[in-house]
């Protein structure tokens, strides 16, 4: 029912910026809180942040917290995941995802969220 697509990968250099958006259809997105999550080659899928339906809450992975940020624009129905002084290890397909019922006691665990983005890919050459 809720469709999400991400953009805005692409190659840069260590050290460079990358802004991903995740846009969603539906009326309530509001109410959606929204979650980052990485894969990289030969590893397993990994939390990266979470946002509150509001905007107001955020959480991050300790191997980004400092240089990612992640906001939404509801009027939008727009998340954004900015990735500032990239590194080689953050390559990886980037998905976004919903959690319709804002399961704060699992913001990490991927079954917290009913709906999956397609994924885009980020690449950080050293």
């Known amino acids: 029912q809720v469709q999400l697509v991400e953009s805005g990968g692409g190659l840069v250099q260590a050290g460079g910026s990358l802004r991903l958006s995740c846009a969603a259809s539906g009326r309530t997105f509001s109410s959606y809180a929204m979650g980052w999550f990485r894969q990289a080659p030969g590893k397993e899928r990994e939390f990266v942040a979470r946002i509150s339906g509001s905007g107001v809450a955020t959480y991050y992975a300790d191997s980004v917290k400092g240089r990612f940020t992640t906001s939404r624009d509801n009027a939008k129905n727009t998340v954004y995941l900015q990735l500032n002084s990239l590194k080689p290890d953050d390559t990886a397909v980037y998905y976004c995802?919903?959690?319709?019922?804002?399961?704060?006691?699992?913001?990490?665990?991927?079954?917290?969220?009913?709906?999956w983005g397609q994924g885009t890919q980020v690449t950080v050459s050293s």
């Open positions: 995802a919903a959690d319709p019922f804002a399961r704060v006691g699992a913001r990490e665990d991927p079954r917290s969220y009913q709906y």
